[in-house]
């Protein structure tokens, strides 16, 4: 993968993490750095003009490096919680809110991985019944893998404690990491998808849906617990045809009875976020339909989200055991 530049926070610019990954790269122009933010945070950039060609940050995250997961976020009742070891996606999907919520749309990736394992054992402990952490909520768990070799040190670590599930949320094929090693049975990839009208209208860069679901099934019959994500679920008026052929293709090589869960999620977005997207691309007609409001969140109607809903699940009745099934808040 290759970056404009790379630039490197002097804390972390002599660690050998950080030099392990500069090796990986192809000769790239490297920038030292106090903190990532004077890039990162810097007023008057562009979000649409810097995705054309991006940087890589690479810094050390401070503070609470593990953090609540949303209400209603995760497949069980278990605490939940979140961590992010890197700020925006290589992907381009024209619906993901980060493009609203940062300034920049080049990658921090934060190399301490030690200090969140050390705060990943501090929440298991703290916990009476086993926690769900979940990665992939501000970037892609697995699309920086042959840089960033985050996978591979933290399925070893959940492998190292089992009182701990991690989730790894993807829509990536670079899951060698994966093939190469034991099944971990705590450690469940989850993967989205969207029908074939919505892949190619606004996801750009993604992986094509055959070949993501090639990844997968490799990794079911390997023994990996898998996970199925419709998200985000976009009202259109073949809505039903697009997914009742998605599903088809789906379980035609995913075997249903055996994936760990699968999740539905709508199109939803904060207001701001929303504001900021419609800003960069005012010509994009996912931005320009009619949404309700309500407490600061920008979503499609409650009729449309209804019917969406009732018609998919009625669909995955014929596909997973309903206990399988969940609603992603």
């Not at 990658?107 to 929440?123: C, G, P, R």
């Not at 989850?190 to 074939?196: D, Q, V, Y």
């Amino acid at each position: 993968m290759k970056f404009s530049c790379v630039y490197i926070e002097e804390e972390v610019v002599n660690t050998q993490r950080v030099q392990e990954i500069l090796q990986r790269l192809p000769p790239t122009p490297q920038v030292t750095i106090k903190r990532y933010g004077e890039v990162f945070n810097r007023r008057s950039q562009n979000f649409r003009l810097q995705k054309q060609k991006p940087a890589l940050i690479l810094a050390k995250k401070h503070g609470n490096l593990v953090l609540p997961a949303p209400t209603g976020y995760g497949f069980n009742d278990n605490p939940g919680f979140y961590f992010s070891h890197m700020l925006n996606c290589v992907y381009d999907c024209r619906y993901c809110f980060l493009q609203g919520m940062y300034r920049s749309a080049n990658y921090v990736l934060f190399t301490n991985y030690e200090d969140f394992a050390t705060q990943l054992q501090i929440k298991t402990h703290g916990q009476s019944v086993n926690p769900v952490f979940y990665s992939g909520y501000d970037c892609d768990s697995m699309a920086l893998e042959p840089v960033s070799h985050f996978a591979e040190f933290f399925v070893d670590w959940f492998a190292d404690n089992p009182a701990a599930t991690l989730e790894l949320r993807t829509k990536s094929t670079q899951l060698r990491s994966l093939y190469n090693r034991q099944p971990v049975s705590n450690c469940i990839i989850a993967m989205s998808f969207t029908p074939k009208d919505i892949y190619r209208r606004w996801e750009s860069k993604v992986p094509g849906i055959e070949k993501r679901l090639d990844a997968l099934k490799k990794l079911q019959e390997q023994g990996w617990p898998v996970a199925i994500r419709l998200e985000p679920l976009i009202y259109e008026s073949d809505f039903e045809n697009s997914y009742d052929q998605l599903l088809s293709d789906i379980f035609e090589k995913i075997d249903g009875n055996r994936i760990h869960s699968i999740s539905t999620g709508m199109f939803r977005m904060p207001k701001t976020f929303f504001k900021n997207i419609s800003n960069l691309y005012p010509d994009e007609l996912l931005y320009a339909r009619k949404y309700e409001q309500s407490h600061g969140m920008i979503a499609q109607s409650s009729t449309q989200e209804a019917e969406m809903l009732e018609s998919i699940e009625d669909m995955l009745c014929r596909y997973v055991p309903i206990k399988h099934y969940y609603r992603c808040a």
